[in-house]
C-alpha cells in the first residue's frame, strides 16, 4: 500500500547545526512527487520543498534541501545551520496517481523539531 | 492577494447538528482537496475535486460529503457530525491536477460534543 513512513516522532538539533529529517515512501507508481511542510505552533501549514520523480537534481530552497534517493526509496530533508524559528512539526507527503488517475496526497505522521539556543 | 480561504476558523457544535465548512480560493486553481489533521496520524485525504462537478474520495470519506458547483468554492459537509469528527481541517488548492505542489488554507478547528 502506498504510504510515507517518519520513523522520528521527536528531534533536537542544536542553532547553527544541520539536521536531517527521514522520510521513506512506498509507491508503485512511476511518476509521483515529494514534499516537506512545515507545521509551526501557530498551526498553518507551510510548504518547504518539493522534488519530482523524474527531476535528476536533489532540490534546494535557501536552507532547505531534498537529499533523493530514488532505489532506496527516501526523501529526506536537510535544513543546514539551524535557527530557533525552525522549531516546529515536519511532514512528508507524496503525490501520486498520476498513472491511475487518482491524484492523491499521502502524509506521513510528522517529526518535531526542537532547536536549541 | 492570493489565498484560500477557510471559514469558520474555529467551530465547537453538538452530535448530530449539520455543519458546513467553507473553503474558497481565488487563484482560479481547478484542483481542491480537504483533509483532517489528527495528532501521531498526520493528515489524511478526505476528498479532492479536479474541477467544477468532479469530486473523488480520498482515504477518509465516510461521514463526510463535498460539492464543487463552482471553480473556487468547495464545501465540506458533515451531515451528522460525531465526536470521532473532532480534528483540525484543512482545505488545499493547486493549479491543475498535473501540478502537485498545494496552497493551504489557515485551518479550521472542529470540536464535535
Known amino acids: 500500500a502506498q504510504k510515507i513512513t517518519q520513523t522520528q516522532p521527536g528531534m533536537f538539533v542544536q542553532e547553527k547545526e544541520a539536521v536531517t529529517l527521514d522520510c521513506t515512501y512506498d509507491?508503485?507508481?512511476?511518476?509521483?512527487?515529494l514534499f516537506w511542510y512545515k507545521q509551526p505552533s501557530s498551526g498553518e501549514m507551510i510548504f518547504l520543498i518539493y522534488?519530482?520523480?523524474?527531476?535528476?537534481q536533489n532540490a534546494t530552497e535557501g536552507r532547505y534541501s531534498l537529499n533523493f534517493q530514488k532505489a532506496r526509496k527516501s526523501a529526506n530533508l536537510v535544513i543546514s545551520a539551524s535557527q530557533l524559528g525552525d522549531s516546529a512539526m515536519y511532514f512528508c507527503?507524496?503525490?501520486?496517481?498520476?498513472?491511475?488517475?487518482?491524484?492523491?496526497?499521502?502524509f506521513g505522521t510528522g517529526t518535531r523539531l526542537k532547536v536549541l539556543a | 492577494e492570493a489565498q484560500v480561504t477557510q471559514n469558520p476558523r474555529y467551530l465547537i457544535t453538538v452530535t448530530g447538528k449539520k455543519l458546513t465548512v467553507t473553503c474558497s480560493q481565488n487563484?482560479?486553481?481547478?484542483?481542491m482537496s480537504w483533509y483532517r489533521q489528527d495528532p501521531g496520524l498526520g493528515l489524511r485525504q478526505i476528498y479532492y475535486?479536479?474541477?467544477?462537478?468532479?469530486?473523488d474520495k480520498g482515504d477518509v470519506p465516510e461521514g463526510y460529503k463535498v460539492s464543487r458547483k463552482e471553480k473556487r468554492n468547495f464545501p465540506l459537509i458533515l451531515e451528522s457530525p460525531s465526536p470521532n469528527q473532532t480534528s483540525l481541517y484543512f482545505c488545499?488548492?493547486?493549479?491543475?491536477?498535473?501540478?502537485?505542489?498545494?496552497?493551504f488554507g489557515p485551518g479550521t478547528r472542529l470540536t464535535v460534543l
Open positions: 488545499a488548492s493547486s493549479p491543475d491536477r498535473f501540478t502537485d505542489t498545494q496552497y
Open positions: 507527503a507524496m503525490r501520486e496517481g498520476r498513472n491511475s488517475g487518482t491524484y492523491k496526497y499521502i
Open positions: 522534488q519530482g520523480s523524474y527531476d535528476e
Open positions: 509507491t508503485s507508481d512511476q511518476s509521483y512527487g
Open positions: 487563484m482560479n486553481h481547478e484542483y
Open positions: 475535486s479536479m474541477n467544477v462537478e468532479v469530486t
